[in-house]
């Protein structure tokens, strides 16, 4: 079965640091971008950015850029979501997902598998 | 960066009626790279459609998408209760993602 599992939920202070992560598996993990998409509480989805685990190549949205840092350790198919130093505003539910990356591969650049989330809270 | 715009931001609709959800893009967006997803309370999001009008596995046919260049809509044809929920269109271009703003499609 393919799917993607992501880290349990998090309770954090503002300024610690936090990574999170994201293991797939039933698929060659190196040759699929995993996406991370942020969901504040009540709100819509936010694409943050992508890496493709082969070669680590990581875009990241124009908003997200510099807060977050995106990573890959393909020898243990897992991706990653970091922060340096948490604000209040950081508290959502952050969801990976799988993209399939051939340019002519059905369904490229959708998201075809989801993580099933992961709450991140940070209060004081 | 594509901006899409979904619209209406709710639809009140019974059982049985045809839902039209629709997806405007701030330019123009390959139909290669435009999809659209389901989300319900406490749960991730899955695809429904890629490519503007493919069906994704195991989706069934009473979904179905359309449309082309900046103007792209997610049909369905007859709405079943386990089809109230959230949906979002999605689109790549220019090597970033961007998704819509929801479209809620509750009982009415």
């Known amino acids: 079965e393919v799917q993607l599992v992501q880290s349990g939920a998090e309770v954090k202070k503002p300024g610690e640091s936090l990574k999170i992560s994201c293991k797939g598996s039933?698929?060659?993990?190196?040759?699929?971008?995993i996406g991370w998409v942020r969901q504040m509480p009540g709100k819509g989805l936010e694409w943050m950015g992508v890496i493709y685990p082969g070669d680590s190549d990581t875009r990241y949205s124009p908003s997200f850029q510099g807060q977050v840092t995106i990573s890959a350790d393909k020898s243990i198919s897992t991706a990653y979501l970091q922060w340096s130093s948490l604000k209040a505003s950081d508290t959502a539910m952050y969801y990976c997902?799988?993209?399939?990356?051939?340019?002519?591969?059905?369904?490229?650049?959708?998201?075809?598998?989801w993580g099933q989330g992961t709450m991140v809270t940070v209060s004081s | 960066e594509i901006v899409l715009t979904q619209s209406p931001g709710t639809l009140s609709l019974s059982p049985g009626e045809r839902a039209t959800l629709s997806c405007r893009a701030s330019?123009?967006?390959?139909?290669?790279?435009l999809a659209w997803y389901q989300q319900k309370p406490g749960q991730a999001p899955r695809l429904l459609i890629f490519?503007?009008?493919s069906r994704a596995t195991g989706i069934p046919d009473r979904f179905s998408g359309s449309g082309s260049e900046t103007d792209f809509t997610l049909t369905i044809s007859r709405l079943e209760p386990e089809d109230f929920a959230v949906y979002y269109c999605q689109q790549y271009g220019s090597s970033l993602w961007t998704f819509g703003q929801g479209t809620k499609v509750e009982i009415k």
């Open positions: 490519g503007a009008s």
């Open positions: 039933g698929y060659t993990f190196p040759t699929y971008w």
């Open positions: 330019q123009s967006v390959s139909s290669s790279y």
């Open positions: 997902a799988r993209s399939p990356a051939g340019i002519a591969a059905p369904g490229s650049r959708s998201f075809d598998i």
